[in-house]
């Protein structure tokens, strides 16, 4: 009874928010809070501009307040074209003025704002003189909340006191009182929970100009929905806030933490280079550190004052002003508007590129030489605009920015490609990429050589968007593609989570010359859900809930494997597991296995595991992988054997695995302190199997967890709510709010050497 009683719970839980009460709906921005919050943190908070963009110093912010008395329609294009392609200067797109797509700002908004710059009332808010208005202030006492890079990413300043514990990381907003919200990161920033109708939209870096309002945006109450709720920065999810209405009673934080299991007893070969998102640098740095494992004997060497929370990164070649190759790293910022270049061969950080906003995953092309370095070519996604950005670094190093152009388009007020790519993965012939947009909830296919023109402005470049489709579920993150061994085919197989629906993509790219598309293939049931997407979680009745909650990362392993077949490995990060998916010749899921993970768990890497040949010694003919998946709120990497995951694959097939394999067999173990063990046992703390959390875990074939470098003083503590299981009875689906450790925020990782069909 209890099963049937949580899993429709569960079901209604899901598709609701984490109150009863319902928020307002969205309501449309005024042009004075669009500007406020975006366009001021570079135009200047009356619009007169004269000074540097944030995310390119290079480039002064032109004047945009205007306060012309006619029509101009031309003019209004103008306008309208920037703010949804980017700035044009020259011969190409420039990074300092970002795109901004549908998705975050509406053709009614983008409307009104571009009439309220250009004309004076009444045809706009504009003055020749004085230029813009700043929105008005709410009425009452002001409460400030800061954005910041670093945890706890949401601090108010303390004088909320209807908030029982004083916990920074809350609002409790009594009667009369109002936030403003102010961002003190370096890139976009937002407060938002779309679910309940609030969204303060993208707010730039507030510290970009001295002595002036800018990048700010106000909150009253009355907008809000009553209770206490999560808000969080829809673009990095993971930054939360609580906010609770007046007259709201607010409840104490949970800690929860999979206890880690010893380093694997197997070894691996090469080298594992792991980002430090959130490890405290010394001295008022940036957050940022990547730590280097050797696969040898998992020793490690910690490499400090990597940028500005290093979220993804890379190992390639560059050809340095000497002319030598050399072997280098590049971590995007994703907190910052830069990348960063690593010296791989001494682990030393070399410098930052300015690069643009919001910059997210890093990759190099295989196959494909850069024909002016013979060095790799390097790409990134700039995630707060619509472009991809080439990089050479040390000639990027020397000048502190790109001095390759940008891969976009202009394609008037379509805005044209995709806003917000996220993630990105190369297909086997090194010229086409996919990418994962995360607002517009897309996938789009990628030519790095196709040429593009817009007749209409004359403007044109080479590399650009060729094929987009939709993922059928929201908040696509990152993709993956189905490598295949030998020559690239004309199509392949491609991949992209969605966090927001708990699922997996699969798409077909057709690289014909004259068709290039990207279509989406549906997944059959029983694995297909109702949108034919790969349903990660599953809620069956007569076995363990397959729970899977916000997955991030989904990764294939390398083609060249012959110790076991392929699977894709998904990174689900507030479910304490990972989803373990075997796939059949063509790319198709046919499997699903779950295995515990740590809570936070991100992002995915494969790196050749050192098997001993009885006939061709060690690392000889059997070629096998370890996948290693960080955890962001916990501080080791997780490694999984998948030659031992086929082994006792086949022993179930036969019905003789060991039952520690079976769903449910995981014996790992989690600490659970605060709030929920007292409210429900009456205890401080206690442990619990994983299974309490993810009952279908298996066992066995998670073999070790490579602890991180702490760094000098321990990390803040930051607030995280998200649904979570719990197996006990009349739980189920359940919303917990959780108090969380940010020593590390270990995220995106890369495995050396570089598999098929890079060459090492």
């Known amino acids: 009874m209890f099963r049937m009683t949580a899993i429709i719970a569960g079901v209604v839980l899901l598709f609701a928010p984490l109150s009863t009460v319902q928020g307002q709906g969205s309501v449309p921005r005024s042009p004075a809070q669009i500007f406020a919050a975006s ?31 006619a029509l101009n329609p031309l003019l209004e294009a103008r306008y309208g074209g920037a703010i949804r392609n980017g700035s044009w200067r020259g ?34 808010g504009s003055s020749a003189t004085t230029g813009v208005p700043a929105p008005p202030r709410p009425a009452g006492r002001e409460i400030l909340v800061e954005i910041l890079d670093e945890a706890p990413w949401y601090r108010d300043d303390g004088t909320d006191l209807a908030d029982p514990f004083a916990d920074r990381r809350r609002v409790v907003l009594a009667a009369g009182e109002y936030m ?27 510290g970009n100009i001295p002595g002036q309002d800018v990048g700010y945006a106000y909150l009253e109450a009355t907008a809000l929905a009553s209770g206490a709720h999560k808000y969080f920065c829809s673009m990095h999810p993971y930054m939360q806030l609580e906010i609770a209405t007046p007259g709201t009673l607010v409840e104490g934080l949970t800690e929860v933490s999979k206890i880690p299991i010893a380093r694997p007893t197997a070894r691996g070969i090469g080298e594992l280079w792991v980002g430090l998102q959130t490890w405290a640098n010394v001295g008022g740095a940036p957050n ?52 960063t270049v690593i010296d791989a061969e001494r682990k030393v950080a070399l410098g930052d590129i300015r690069v643009g906003a919001a910059n997210a995953h890093v990759m190099t092309a295989p196959l494909i030489a850069s024909a002016s370095t013979g060095a790799d070519r390097w790409f990134v996604t ?33 805005g044209r490609p995709a806003f917000s790519p996220h993630g990105l993965w190369f297909l086997d012939d090194g010229r086409h990429l996919v990418t994962a947009n995360t607002y517009s909830g897309s996938a789009s296919l990628y030519d790095i050589a196709q040429p593009w023109s817009d007749p209409a402005t004359g403007y044109g ?16 993150l990152a993709s993956s593609v189905f490598a295949q061994l030998g020559r690239p085919s004309s199509d392949a197989v491609v991949y992209t989570n969605n966090a927001g629906t708990h699922d997996i993509s699969v798409y077909r790219a057709s690289l014909a010359p004259a068709a290039k598309s990207l279509t989406r293939l549906l997944v059959p049931p029983p694995l297909g859900n109702a949108a034919g997407n790969l349903a990660l979680m599953q809620m069956p009745m007569n076995a363990p809930v397959r729970w899977a909650h916000m997955p991030i990362q989904c990764a ?16 689900n990060k507030a479910s304490m597991n990972v989803s373990i998916v075997a796939l059949d010749s063509q790319g198709m899921p046919n499997a699903v296995y779950t295995f515990p993970a740590g809570l936070g768990c991100h992002g995915v890497s494969f790196g050749r595991k050192a098997i001993l040949d009885a006939t061709s010694g060690l690392n000889g003919k059997r070629i096998a992988y370890f996948a290693y998946v960080t955890n962001t709120f916990q501080d080791y990497v997780s490694v999984y054997d998948l030659e031992l995951l086929e082994s006792l694959r086949k022993l179930e097939a036969r019905g003789q695995a060991p039952a520690e394999f079976l769903a449910g067999g995981s014996r790992e173990l989690v600490f659970v302190a605060g709030h929920a063990p007292m409210q429900l046992l009456g205890v401080s703390s206690i442990v619990v199997p994983i299974t309490v959390f993810s009952p279908d875990a298996r066992g066995l074939v998670h073999v070790g967890d490579l602890p991180l470098t702490l760094p000098a003083q321990p990390g803040p503590s930051c607030y995280l709510e998200e649904h979570v299981w719990i197996e006990l009875p009349g739980m189920g689906m359940t919303p917990l709010r959780m108090n969380l450790r940010a020593n590390t925020g270990a995220m995106g990782l890369v495995a050396t050497p570089l598999p098929p069909p890079w060459r090492g």
């Open 39 to 69: 366009c001021s943190t570079c135009h200047g908070s009356d619009g007169l501009g004269g000074h540097a963009s944030w995310v390119d110093s290079r480039v002064v912010a032109p004047r945009i307040a205007r306060g012309l008395g």
């Open 91 to 124: 011969s190409g797109f420039t990074q300092a003025m970002p795109a901004f797509g549908r998705e975050v700002l509406s053709d009614a908004e983008l409307d009104g704002l571009v009439a309220w710059l250009l004309y004076r009332p009444p045809l706009g």
């Open 180 to 206: 403003k919200v102010v961002n003190r990161g370096r890139t976009w920033h937002t407060l938002s929970n779309p679910s309940l109708g609030v969204d303060t939209g993208f707010l730039g870096y507030a």
């Open 288 to 339: 940022g550190a990547a730590e280097v494992f050797r696969g040898a004997d998992w020793t490690s060497t910690l490499i400090p004052r990597v940028g500005n929370n290093p979220h993804n990164g890379w190992v390639g070649t560059a050809r340095d002003p000497q002319g030598q190759i050399r072997r280098v790293a590049v971590f995007a910022n994703w907190h910052d508007a830069s990348v």
């Open 382 to 414: 700039v995630m707060g605009s619509n472009k991809l950005q080439e990089l050479d670094p040390f000639a990027d190093l020397q000048a502190g920015f790109p001095t390759l152009p940008a891969l976009s388009q202009y394609d008037g007020a379509n």
């Open 461 to 476: 470049g080479i590399g650009c968007e060729v094929a987009n489709a939709l993922s059928g579920g929201t908040l696509p």
């Open 556 to 571: 294939v392993s390398p083609p060249d494997a012959k110790a076991h077949g392929r699977y894709m490995v998904v990174c």
